[in-house]
């Protein structure tokens, strides 16, 4: 074996070591984030009761009387726009 192949074997090595390196620090870091208590405690949220449907929500009747210029023509509005 040359030395130069010698050198890139040893090239090779010292990166898996470095990626070795990298992923247990970010294992450890993951498991920190993870694992440590947080003093936060949870608090149920209770909304309060909708007033259904009154005021701007009623029921309307305004679109009744509209004249159908096409009628039947493609599924929905995205068919006859365009």
Request: charged share 10%; aromatic share 6%.
């Amino acid at each position: 074996m040359s030395t130069q192949d010698r050198s890139l074997t040893g090239g090779n090595r010292t990166v898996r070591c470095a990626l070795l390196l990298v992923l247990i620090l970010l294992g450890v870091l993951v498991a920190y984030f993870l694992l440590w208590p947080v003093p936060i405690e949870p608090v149920q949220y209770i909304t309060s009761r909708t007033p259904g449907m009154t005021g701007p929500f009623t029921q309307n009747e305004t679109l009744v009387g509209v004249q159908h210029l096409i009628k039947g023509v493609g599924q929905g509005l995205e068919d006859v726009i365009g």
